[in-house]
């Protein structure tokens, strides 16, 4: 009878939680959502040349293949900034916070600014005594934050050319 009513409270207490995470708006940090693009929306992509900027360009190009009558044109400017925020009695950082910032400008084709817009990512992570495994994290907080700034900036895209030029 106990174990009854104890697995009824569970249930209820699950169907709770359920509820309530799907009312607050919770979308799932590694969701990839399926972006409808015309054929011919961009013309290029500058990011800096380095990894992140790289990883950027390439998730972006794979959505929206460069076309040489491109309608718009991006370029990218990436930053990064890596904060401590819970120190030991001795000084030493325990959990770092990381934010990274994509000042994204879309131009159309003869150069004109079209929008400008900020994207910011921020993660957090346990400090740990293994130096590899620290930079293994860091690396993996910047690809998911690649990957969340190239989803913002596929979201734009449509709003930024008029259906008649669109192919």
């Known amino acids: 009878m106990w174990s009854d009513n104890t697995r009824r409270l569970r249930h209820l207490v699950a169907v709770a939680a359920l509820v309530s995470v799907a009312a607050c708006g919770f979308e799932p940090v590694y969701k990839q959502e399926t972006i409808s693009l015309p054929d011919n929306i961009l013309a290029s992509v500058k990011a800096p040349d380095n990894l992140p900027g ?3 360009v390439r998730a972006i190009t794979l959505a929206a293949p460069l076309k040489t009558d491109g309608l718009v044109r991006i370029a990218i400017k990436l930053s990064e900034k890596q904060d401590g925020q819970i120190f030991d009695t001795s000084g030493k950082a325990e959990r770092y916070v990381i934010e990274h910032r994509a000042n994204v400008s879309f131009f159309d084709q003869q150069h004109n600014l079209l929008t400008m817009r900020d994207f910011k990512y921020v993660d ?3 400090r740990s005594d293994n130096e ?4 293994g994290t860091r690396d993996r907080l910047r690809s998911r934050a690649m ?6 900036i ?3 895209l449509p709003g930024l050319v008029p259906q008649s030029q669109a192919q």
């Open 124 to 126: 957090s992570f346990a």
């Open 147 to 152: 990957r969340a700034f190239s989803q913002s």
């Open 54 to 56: 790289r990883e950027l």
């Open 132 to 135: 590899a495994i620290n930079l």
């Open 154 to 156: 596929l979201r734009v």
